[in-house]
């Protein structure tokens, strides 16, 4: 993706709905290089058209998620794909950043193989050079494009690897990272059971956000890989509870 579409996705979640010669006079280029951006940026199913519009998405739909803070999160990715050593087996839960990392794994690494719970994962890297990809069975939750429930536990208890990738919805201070979904939250400790290691992905807005659901605790994390607008206490508070800190530059 080049810059200026991550510009272009960045206004769009802004507007929600905004017009292609909007778009053109903002980014200051012609509504034909802009057509062609979005056409790119639908078939990836990053956004939506309508006739001379650009859209979003259900926002809770994956495609959606993984435009908000888009930057942030390829940094991200691209920071905790420096974690990962050339033939290692991964586990990698169904956000949005961890979609990312599963690209970048494809190309900054070689004969990496991904355990997930995620369709949308599989289907996105099917084509980039990973080894294997090994999905997890359960039951299909439509917005996520992930498995969740019991049968994921049955699948994930045949693995045993050294780190988990997981992404999060929210943060609170005196309790750790949340979600806003039971089912996801159980599934993710079903796959923490099968990981030496928990590293959370969380870009710097999750922070100033609380999700319903208790994710993990402090004591469950072995590393948070954020940015570099990670506010201070928030940093601080990690640090306190021993938590090895990553921060994409």
């Given at each position: 993706m080049t810059e200026r579409q991550s510009k272009l996705i960045k206004l769009v979640n802004l507007y929600q709905k905004i017009e292609v010669s909007r778009l053109a006079e903002l980014l200051?280029?012609?509504?034909?290089?802009?057509?062609?951006?979005?056409?790119?940026?639908?078939?990836?199913?990053?956004?939506?058209r309508e006739h001379g519009y650009a859209l979003i998405k259900n926002a809770n739909?994956?495609?959606?998620?993984?435009?908000?803070?888009?930057?942030?999160?390829?940094?991200?990715?691209?920071?905790?794909?420096?974690?990962?050593?050339?033939?290692?087996?991964?586990?990698?839960?169904?956000?949005?950043?961890?979609?990312?990392?599963?690209?970048?794994?494809?190309?900054?690494?070689?004969?990496i193989t991904i355990i997930t719970n995620s369709a949308y994962i599989a289907i996105r890297i099917r084509d980039l050079p990973i080894r294997k990809v090994i999905l997890l069975g359960g039951e299909y939750q439509k917005e996520y494009q992930g498995m969740v429930g019991p049968l994921v536990r049955k699948c994930a208890k045949e693995f045993y690897v050294d780190k988990f990738f997981v992404g999060t919805d929210g943060f609170i201070p005196d309790a750790g990272f949340t979600c806003d979904d039971l089912m996801r939250v159980e599934t993710m400790k079903y796959m923490e059971g099968s990981a030496n290691r928990m590293i959370i992905l969380a870009d710097s807005s999750k922070f100033s956000q609380k999700?319903?659901?208790?994710?993990?605790?402090?004591?469950?994390?072995?590393?948070?890989?954020?940015?570099?607008?990670?506010?201070?206490?928030?940093?601080?508070?990690?640090?306190?509870?021993?938590?090895?800190?990553?921060?994409?530059?």
């Open positions: 200051d280029v012609s509504q034909v290089t802009i057509r062609k951006d979005l056409d790119h940026l639908e078939e990836e199913g990053l956004l939506s739909d994956i495609n959606t998620r993984l435009t908000i803070n888009y930057d942030k999160k390829i940094e991200i990715a691209t920071k905790a794909a420096e974690m990962v050593s050339n033939g290692e087996t991964v586990m990698l839960e169904s956000g949005s950043t961890c979609t990312l990392l599963a690209e970048q794994l494809a190309k900054l690494k070689k004969d999700g319903v659901v208790i994710q993990t605790t402090f004591s469950e994390i072995d590393t948070v890989c954020t940015d570099a607008d990670i506010p201070e206490d928030a940093l601080e508070n990690l640090k306190r509870h021993n938590i090895n800190v990553e921060i994409a530059e």
